[in-house]
């Protein structure tokens, strides 16, 4: 953000005068307005503070964090880690921040990939496809997303219960009280099995940042997909038999009213997960579509005619150079699911913003349960920025 | 044609013809359009399968099997009992019939509802006549003041023989126009301040801008809410009371104030330098370059991005109903809460989303329209 103008016309400056105390100075203007904004800006803060403090001592509020080791006595229907409600309420609200994680991550990954593939349907040359990918994104993006949210609960709610559920799938049920799916008992082994996986990740990464140094060396390219196979594939594979090869599938059946086993997703975490994928991915399918638009038709005439096969010209050269064009506003959407997840409060998903709510209504504590919700965020947007923009920096147009 | 066949030795095929049939015609669209390769096939083939079963089943439940009215006791209230038997089989449209009143102006007085919809339309008017460039001057503002006001007159009442209504009567569609209108109107001059002051060479005044912005931007709207509910009662001095909606329109207006600034912001910077050292060579003062010759242009410039921004505010304000203001969307979810009504939410939700598509549709359609204007000069 600096604004010196790298123009050599600026680079002889106007000699400095001696600062006169008149207000005909320009810089003693500058001086005198930004102490008087600033000074106002204090004073308004120092008046509300005041005020604030007097109001707490009137009302008899406790300050301070000390309440974060008390006991919270706050009954949590998903957790990610081990929680009751003898834990503290530093615990209880740990566990709304790893809630909000979870249903902002995973909303990621799958507006991302629908999001995209709406994008290019849109740009499809099949008429039909293009035009409903079209209607559907006018649809939700038009549309508030509580609204689509409270929609989705209803049609969740009005499901059947659990003794007439859908079973669209062996194993796989849909009720009132979720969905059900078949999983397999979680032990050690697969811990481990995916500890070789995100090894193997990392290893295949490394290679193939090793095959294209060489290859800039010595013009042999290296296939990485065997190395790949092999480290992601056939290491995790390999490390599970190694630990006895454990494997009990978990299927859902019904006894009594309710199921037992398998995996449970709460109709709250469906239908949030549902409502911010779906209402992502249509401003996902836009950014993705003018990425792809503002690519020059050129590029695509140049590339075909070295001789590039059409799949190769997509990947080599209009996504690198979409890419840049996507990969800024992409970034406000990621922004804007991990923000929109705090909706979880209206449907009764216990996500941070949730937690928080309940803590402050029951320690009369507000300004603290405020303070945490706006701490999180802005953890949590400041870490996406971030890495966002590393991500945008290193795949940025390298000018001169 | 007959002038082209002057020359006998020409030969038959070099003559002009017209078209092949194979590429006019609907069929040949389809082929081009719907069957270019099998993949094509298969998915125009999949996609109109798909389309038709869910749309045929969908007009069923909507309209054919629907039930529009049901009938009234003694009471006065309505028998729901055949919507429920119906259920899963047909729509329930009785409630809107008999809930409409309640969920577009809430609990405003019913003999007085034409007060509210009087005001709806005012709104609607508000923003035809701002979406027109012959108003797009200082006009609009005065426009803007006086239809604003009399809003307020018409919703409080109190004078010009019009009773008395308190907010906490207010409710339904009015509230969300309100929140989202008001929000605009006094969020967009903050906006413009703050997207100057932190163009500004003034360190001091750019690092509060900066912190305002990028403090409001990284945190949901909801904390906001949440604090203008439970926090600001503590900030005010004793005795001074402000009621939950206005302090529910001050926490908007500051998160809108924040995201209009970095449109502006775009418009400022997309402004050619030009401009900006044409002013300082007339030798005009910052307040006059500003107001005559950067702003007007600028704020031309971002037009279609800030329509699209009061898109987002108007969806947004629906949040309000976490914090228990009574706007369209509270008011509908309020309607379900009538025991016999309960488990219609379906139906509800697809009225307001109706509502609320109309207003946001119409606008993105004319932000559309409008960038495609401005950027005529660039097509090819």
């Known amino acids: ?400 | 044609m007959s002038d082209v066949a002057l020359n006998e030795n020409m030969p038959n095929d070099a003559l002009p013809r017209t078209a092949p049939k194979r590429f006019l015609g609907p069929a040949a669209w389809a082929r081009e359009n719907l069957f270019s390769t099998w993949w094509s096939t298969a998915i125009t083939l999949a996609l109109a399968y798909l389309l038709i079963r869910y749309a045929v089943s969908f007009v069923d439940w909507a309209f054919v099997n629907a039930i529009w009215t049901v009938p009234y006791n003694a009471a006065g209230q309505p028998d729901a009992s055949a919507c429920r038997d119906n259920k899963g089989i047909g729509a329930c449209w009785a409630i809107i019939a008999d809930k409409h009143r309640f969920i577009l102006f809430g609990t405003y007085p019913y003999d007085e509802h034409w007060r509210p919809l009087l005001v709806c339309m005012l709104f609607v008017g508000l923003y035809i006549v701002s979406a027109m460039r012959r108003f797009w001057n200082w006009r609009l503002a005065v426009i803007w003041a006086v239809t604003l006001t009399a809003i307020g007159i018409l919703m409080w009442g109190g004078v010009f023989g019009l009773t008395y209504v308190p907010q906490e009567r207010w409710g339904g569609l009015p509230i969300t126009l309100i929140l989202a209108t008001f929000g605009l109107a006094f969020a967009f001059p903050l906006a413009i301040l703050v997207a100057l002051g932190r163009r500004s060479q003034l360190p001091a005044i750019k690092a509060l801008c900066v912190l305002y912005v990028e403090l409001i931007r990284g945190v949901p709207l909801i904390s906001l809410l949440f604090m203008a509910s439970v926090m600001f009662p503590l900030f005010l001095p004793e005795g001074i009371n402000i009621d939950k909606l206005l302090r529910a329109q001050i926490a908007i207006i500051l998160f809108a104030g924040a995201y209009l600034a970095e449109v502006v912001r775009g418009g400022l910077q997309a402004l050619p330098k030009g401009q900006y050292e044409a002013a300082d060579a007339l030798g005009l003062s910052y307040w006059k370059k500003t107001g005559l010759i950067i702003l007007p242009q600028a704020l031309r410039l971002v037009i279609p991005p800030l329509v699209n921004t009061f898109i987002g505010f108007f969806k947004d304000t629906s949040l309000v109903l976490i914090i228990g203001i009574f706007d369209l969307l509270t008011a509908g979810k309020t309607a379900l809460i009538e025991p016999q009504w309960q488990g219609f939410g379906v139906e509800v939700y697809i009225t307001l989303g109706l509502i609320y598509f109309i207003f946001c549709f119409a606008m993105s359609q004319y932000s559309a329209g409008l960038e495609a204007e401005f950027n005529r000069h660039r097509r090819r």
């Open chain 1, 1 to 400: 953000m600096s604004d010196v103008p790298a123009d050599p016309r600026y680079a002889r400056q106007a000699p400095r005068r001696p600062l006169r105390l008149s207000w005909s100075d320009e810089r003693v203007r500058n001086i005198v307005w930004q102490a008087l904004v600033v000074g106002g800006v204090l004073a308004v803060f120092y008046w509300l503070y005041r005020n604030t403090s007097y109001n707490l001592e009137v009302r008899r509020i406790a300050t301070g964090f000390g309440f974060l080791e008390r006991e919270a006595g706050l009954p949590i229907a998903e957790s990610l880690i081990e929680y009751d409600p003898s834990m503290t309420y530093f615990r209880a609200l740990l566990v709304g921040v790893l809630n909000t994680l979870k249903v902002a991550i995973v909303g990621i990954v799958l507006a991302t990939i629908l999001g995209t593939l709406l994008g290019i349907a849109r740009l499809s040359r099949n008429w039909l496809l293009a035009r409903i990918a079209g209607a559907y994104v006018e649809l939700v993006r038009d549309l508030p997303l509580l609204l689509q949210l409270l929609f989705w609960y209803a049609l969740l709610q009005a499901l059947p219960g659990p003794r007439q559920a859908l079973n669209p799938v062996e194993g796989v049920f849909l009720s009132n009280r979720g969905l059900k799916l078949p999983f397999f008992r979680w032990e050690d082994a697969h811990s481990w099995a995916m500890i070789a996986f995100v090894l193997g990740v990392v290893g295949t990464f490394l290679y193939r940042r090793w095959a294209r140094a060489r290859q800039m060396q010595d013009g042999q390219p290296r296939a990485v997909w065997p190395i790949g196979a092999a480290l992601m594939g056939a290491l995790p594979l390999a490390v599970w038999w190694a630990l006895g090869a454990p494997f009990q599938p978990d299927i859902p059946f019904l006894r009594g009213f309710n199921f037992q086993g398998g995996l449970t997703v709460s109709p709250e975490f469906f239908a949030l997960l549902l409502g911010l994928t779906l209402y992502t991915a249509g401003f996902i399918a836009e950014i993705v579509r003018a990425g792809i638009l503002a690519v020059n038709q050129g590029q695509w005439e140049a590339a075909q005619a070295l001789g590039l096969p059409r799949g190769r010209v997509m990947s080599l050269v209009v996504l690198p150079q979409a890419l840049r064009v996507i990969i800024p506003p992409m970034t406000s959407q990621f922004l804007n699911i991990t923000k929109n997840s705090s909706l979880a409060v209206a449907i009764g998903y216990q996500d941070i913003v949730s937690i928080a709510n309940t803590t402050l209504n029951q320690t009369g504590q507000a300004i603290e349960g405020i303070a945490i919700i706006m701490l999180v965020y802005l953890t949590i947007s400041l870490s996406i920025s971030l890495f966002m923009n590393w991500y945008n920096a290193r795949i940025a147009l390298v000018e001169r």
